[in-house]
């Protein structure tokens, strides 16, 4: 079993890393640690920037300039591979000694294509290098990696806290459903303290698919406590993040078409953004 998890040179690696080890010490499992340089480091630098040169000047430049790229390019090989020796310590530090380091060129999700076939979960940043945390930014990776996984994601948080107690954001939908079935046959939740929690009008319908999901958990030795809070989702769920202490948010991801949450935007968005906690996420 192994546990695949992107780190980069945000200070977000560092959480990567330690709720990376948490995982793979509850599950018994190795630890893959991925960075993945993209084009921006790797690329070629563009021609047109020698401009209306003459001809002998602009091809000594060019040439200058496909050195500088050469440069770059292995400088961010170099920084890479520092960023992999730091981030196995790291897992190494938290008690996990089964982690490797793989530097990937290409696309994030491409290499999410490719490895995810054999790893249990992946575990990335809320934010990269690139977000504006001014604005809250999420990771411009982190909602491609999102949609594209066919495993869980656990997107970590800024800082690692250990984690006791486990919310169900839970609306009775596939995705709640897959999250509820996964969940009563992993380790990873064995012995924590899990709640339900339904947002919108308390009637039969929603007690019936709340008592479901319990009977699932129950099946897999999950004892776990529900209730239906009258609300928006996105408020109710982020007030009883706050006040009852919530450790992990565990939640079905992007519920609704990708076109109609760019324009409404969407629940997993909102949670992301607004939580302080790490969110795991099934689709």
């Not at 170099?78 to 990937?104: F, H, M, N, P």
């Not at 970590?156 to 839970?170: Q, S, T």
């Not at 609704?256 to 795991?280: A, D, F, N, Y």
Request: charged share 25%; hydrophobic share 45%.
């Amino acid at each position: 079993m192994k546990i695949a998890a992107f780190i980069d040179g945000s200070i977000y690696s560092q959480s990567v890393c330690e709720h990376s080890a948490w995982i793979a010490g509850r599950l018994g499992a190795s630890v893959e640690l991925l960075h993945v340089l993209g084009r921006r480091e790797t690329g070629s630098a563009p021609s047109d920037l020698s401009g209306n040169i003459a001809l002998g000047a602009r091809t000594a430049l060019l040439k200058e300039l496909s050195e500088l790229d050469e440069q770059r390019a292995r400088l961010a090989q170099k920084r890479g591979r520092a960023i992999l020796e730091d981030g196995e310590a790291a897992v190494r530090a938290a008690g996990i000694e089964a982690v490797t380091g793989r530097l990937r060129h290409g696309d994030v999700v491409d290499t999410v294509a490719e490895i995810e076939g054999d790893a249990e979960l992946l575990v990335i940043g809320k934010r990269g290098e690139a977000a504006d945390f001014a604005r809250l930014h999420l990771g411009s990776n982190l909602e491609r990696v999102v949609r594209s996984s066919h495993k869980p994601v656990f997107v970590a948080a800024r800082a690692f806290k250990p984690i006791e107690k486990v919310l169900v954001a839970y609306d009775g939908g596939p995705s709640s459903m897959k999250a509820v079935d996964a969940m009563s046959r992993s380790l990873l939740f064995a012995g924590l303290s899990v709640e339900l929690l339904m947002a919108g009008t308390d009637n039969s319908e929603a007690r019936n698919r709340l008592a479901d999901a319990e009977a699932v958990l129950r099946g897999g030795g999950i004892k776990a406590e529900s209730a239906i809070v009258p609300g928006q989702a996105e408020t109710v769920i982020a007030e009883h993040v706050e006040a009852a202490g919530i450790g992990l948010l565990v939640m079905g991801a992007y519920g609704h078409s990708r076109i109609r949450s760019l324009i409404i935007g969407s629940t997993t968005t909102e949670m992301l953004r607004s939580c302080k906690i790490p969110v795991m996420l099934y689709r």
